[in-house]
């Protein structure tokens, strides 16, 4: 019977032993697409600026290089290139309403003012192409690379416009080094031991298009993809879009 | 009778029928022939990554000549009148040529056959529509499909363990100790590393170009400027967004305007949707390799187009209107020549080095 006490324990402490690392905590992050505030739903129709009706099928992007600073001031380094992909998760108002959970790895205890991140991927990684990578991860994949510009898709945005007499298919891809900038928010995160930590990631893709006094003419440029003024500006309101809680 | 006498007799009993169950082959014990597994001295096409890994089925050299064996073995069929190579012939990428395939009973299915060259590299499903998770489920189907070799995996699993030669390739493969471990998941595993080794593209024109082995004609530079974009003169062609280097494939689902519908529930074939449920993915399908394309005519999951002209002229003229039509594919305009520039890019994607592997064909 001693000898059985004996094999608990060592059961016990070989399981405790095993389970440490899950003692940090994690730090997830809940990326909610929405359309005017409303949760966006893929492939639902949403009234556009110029009175058209607007649907998406496809939202995706690279978000890399999160880092948080804690109150020392210093930046700590968490996931480095993620991969966000609304289309195949915000399908219902259900999806939409709960948000697409992005793990982005553990985060010591402490409290942390700000996070930081850029849509995209950094040069380091933008110099090499799918090849270099697994092609079962995000990176190693052909579709989010493009070759004739030598640069990683850094985001895809696209869906279709019609108002019944017009009807545009538009695509806004992004790329290209000098696109990518990386952004500081303001959170308020306190980390205690063993409890994991979650931020709403909010992105309204209406606000890609500008507002009600200037707006994209859909109809006019159905598709850019290129480094130039257009996906310049796109790029610049994606990032306004994008809120942290 | 004592107890003892009684545990004799159960005892006896027990390998008597072991014994009988060893006559009909099933028991029979393997563990006298070698299990010497190495690698399989695979070559990747100089200008892909490494092939994605699988760490349930590592690939071996016994293993890949096992599948060889499976796969040109019209064994797998109920009538011992197909097998997989009937439909997927090295000759035609391995594709059969046809729109639709003929099974074993005569039938034909309502989807062409797909070339399985640089399958390995699809790591978001197999089939037009991405059904199958990985190959080694993939292999899984045609077996028991009524309209391909219409068998059943028990019987295959019984006719391959009664078989002269395959317990000892078995064994050879997996290292089992005994004919009953012969399973379809074993010959699963076997058929997707042999299809693994079906490589094709670094001997192509367009990768000798890549690296400065060979230079294009103007035809061709054009055509691939407008196939990547690259060229403000000229239209964009967009292929290179689903069709995209390296593999020339994708593993991702598009619509690219085949049919017209108004509602995902208009599409005769549904697709991708099928499979996920998701509306916007109806009448989706898998975006395949156009390396070789010159073999796998027909052309489309229902083989709609006998030529190249035909697909081109269905980018450039044809392209039919839904809510998930893909914005790429959406506003081409390519005028004749330029559709023959882009034309000669797909040709420099020809590479038929694939057929100087003798391991790819078959062994019978």
Redesign the interface.
């Known amino acids: 019977m001693k000898q059985g006490w004996g094999f608990v324990f060592l059961l016990s402490w070989m399981v405790w032993g095993c389970s440490e690392p899950d003692d940090s905590s994690r730090l997830d992050l809940n990326v909610f697409g929405q359309y005017a505030g409303q949760p966006l739903v893929m492939g639902e129709k949403y009234p556009y600026f110029d009175g058209s009706e607007i649907l998406f099928t496809k939202s995706e992007f690279f978000l890399s290089e999160v880092a948080v600073r804690n109150e020392q001031g210093e930046w700590i380094n968490l996931s480095d290139v993620n991969f966000v992909n609304l289309q195949n998760h915000h399908f219902n108002t259900e999806n939409a309403q709960k948000g697409l959970r992005l793990g982005l790895g553990r985060i010591p205890e402490g409290k942390y003012s700000s996070i930081r991140f850029g849509i995209g991927v950094p040069a380091r990684i933008n110099s090499k192409s799918p090849k270099d990578f697994s092609a079962s991860s995000a990176l190693g994949q052909g579709d989010h690379y493009w070759a004739g510009w030598d640069s990683y898709i850094f985001s895809k945005t696209e869906g279709l416009l019609s108002d019944g007499m017009q009807l545009a298919n538009f695509a806004y891809h992004s790329g290209f080094d000098s696109i990518y900038v990386v952004k500081e928010y303001p959170i308020s995160l306190n980390v205690t031991e063993g409890n994991n930590v979650s931020l709403k990631l909010i992105l309204d893709h209406r606000k890609f298009f500008g507002a009600t006094n200037e707006f994209v003419d859909i109809y006019q440029d159905p598709i850019i993809h290129d480094g130039g003024d257009f996906m310049t500006q796109f790029m610049s309101r994606f990032n306004s879009a994008l809120t942290i809680q | 009778m004592s107890f003892r006498s009684l545990s004799y007799m159960i005892l006896a009993c027990l390998v008597v029928t072991a014994y009988a169950c060893n006559q009909e082959g099933d028991e029979g014990d393997l563990r006298n022939i070698a299990y010497e597994p190495r690698d399989y001295p695979l070559v990747t096409p100089r200008?892909?990554?490494?092939?994605?890994?699988s760490p349930d089925n590592p690939m071996t050299y016994d293993g890949v000549q096992l599948g060889r064996h499976l796969f040109y073995d019209p064994i797998l069929s109920s009538d011992s009148s197909q097998s997989c190579s009937s439909c997927h012939k090295p000759e035609f990428a391995f594709t059969d040529g046809k729109a639709f395939s003929t099974g074993v009973t005569g039938q034909t299915g309502t989807r062409s056959s797909m070339s399985l060259l640089n399958v390995a590299?699809f790591?978001k499903g197999m089939f037009w529509d991405g059904r199958s998770a990985t190959l080694e489920t993939q292999a899984l189907e045609p077996v028991e499909n009524p309209i391909e070799l219409h068998d059943s995996w028990p019987n295959v699993e019984k006719k391959l363990r009664k078989h002269p030669k395959y317990p000892e390739l078995f064994r050879k493969a997996f290292g089992i100790s005994s004919k009953s471990e012969i399973t379809r998941d074993l010959a699963a595993k076997a058929m997707a590393q042999f299809q693994k080794i079906l490589l094709t593209g670094g001997n192509s024109r367009y990768v000798k170009q890549l690296n400065g082995e060979t230079f294009f004609d103007p035809d061709e530079q054009d055509g691939m400027?407008m196939y990547?974009?690259?060229n403000p003169a000229l239209p964009?062609a967009q292929c290179?967004?689903?069709h995209?280097?390296?593999?020339f494939?994708?593993?991702?689902y598009f619509n690219n305007g085949l049919d017209s519908a108004g509602k995902p529930e208009d599409f005769k074939d549904p697709g991708r949707g099928a499979v996920t449920g998701?509306?916007?993915d109806y009448g989706r399908f898998k975006a395949t390799t156009l390396f070789n394309w010159h073999l796998t005519a027909p052309y489309m999951h229902d083989g709609r187009f006998a030529t190249i002209e035909e697909v081109m002229d269905h980018y450039t003229l044809h392209v039919k209107?839904a809510?998930?039509?893909?914005?790429?594919v959406?506003?081409l305009k390519l005028n004749t020549r330029q559709r023959n520039k882009v034309i000669a890019f797909l040709k420099t994607l020809i590479d038929t080095s694939y057929l100087q592997n003798p391991d790819i064909f078959s062994p019978f």
């Open positions: 200008s892909f990554g490494p092939l994605p890994e590299y790591t400027e990547f974009n690259t964009d290179g967004h689903c995209t280097a390296p593999t494939s994708s593993s991702d998701i509306p916007l209107q809510p998930n039509l893909d914005p790429n959406a506003n």
